[in-house]
């Protein structure tokens, strides 16, 4: 058998036994590390993942509808734990982030939190049922309390918005696409492709909030073996190094 005909029998050779094909539900913030993590669970197991990325609400509106997947894993509790027990067979934190505002890389608009209600100024925001929108609102909620920007700032901040995004890659798409003059995203948003065309805004740690991450097995899986194996994966080892790496936080 010359080298080109063994090529191509190893490439058409069947799937290893017990070899499942695993569709992973996860929010759209977790694309860049899930990405890379199932490429390197899939190396180790012989399994195939697919992901499905969207903004959690639209994930859970969807597995409510009786979408079929084996794993869902979402940016907050509000998207996660309405469907435990009815689809979700449990609940366990494997990652956790922060937030950060972004200005395009160019532009001096935007260079402090008080600056969001400046006149003027096109802010871009998740929607409020985006987990990341309402965390951005809670943020706001804790600068309103302490007062230190002045009177009423959520508000005045928030008739800045220009437009509410239904997941945080499209709202960072538009501060890297100019169209906006500052958002807030997640601090594991922020990737060394992003940072080509924007810049971090300082946010001061006492206003700033956690995100937790809270991962499931979807029940009546078909794959629940491989799902299990998959979350293992996710909070084991490698799984949490490759968050750490693209800027998430351990559970």
Not at 63 to 81: E, P, Y
Not at 115 to 135: I, Q
Not at 156 to 173: F, I, K, P
Not at 182 to 199: C, E
């Amino acid at each position: 058998m010359n080298r080109l005909t063994l090529l191509l029998s190893l490439t058409l050779l069947p799937p290893a036994a017990g070899a499942a094909s695993l569709t992973v539900f996860a929010a759209s913030s977790l694309t860049d590390a899930f990405t890379e993590i199932g490429r390197a669970f899939d190396a180790r197991t012989g399994h195939r993942t697919t992901f499905q990325f969207a903004g959690s609400q639209v994930l859970r509106t969807q597995l409510a509808g009786g979408a079929r997947a084996d794993v869902f894993a979402s940016a907050n509790d509000a998207q996660f734990t309405p469907l435990l027990g009815s689809v979700l067979g449990g609940r366990e934190v494997f990652a956790r982030n922060r937030l950060t505002v972004i200005a395009p890389l160019g532009s001096a608009k935007v260079r402090s939190v008080r600056d969001l209600a400046g006149s003027g100024v096109r802010l871009v925001l998740a929607a409020p049922n985006v987990p990341v929108g309402e965390y951005t609102r809670r943020l706001l909620a804790a600068v309103d309390q302490a007062g230190t920007y002045g009177k009423d700032f959520s508000a005045r901040t928030l008739r800045n918005v220009v437009s509410e995004e239904g997941n945080v890659r499209q709202v960072a798409l538009k501060v890297s696409l100019g169209e906006a003059d500052a958002a807030v995203v997640y601090a594991s948003d922020v990737t060394p492709a992003l940072k080509r065309t924007v810049r971090v805004v300082p946010l001061p740690t006492r206003f700033n909030q956690t995100a937790a991450y809270p991962l499931g097995i979807v029940r009546g899986s078909a794959n629940a073996d491989a799902a299990r194996a998959f979350a293992a994966f996710v909070k084991g080892r490698e799984g949490q190094a490759i968050l750490r790496r693209w800027g998430f936080l351990s559970p």
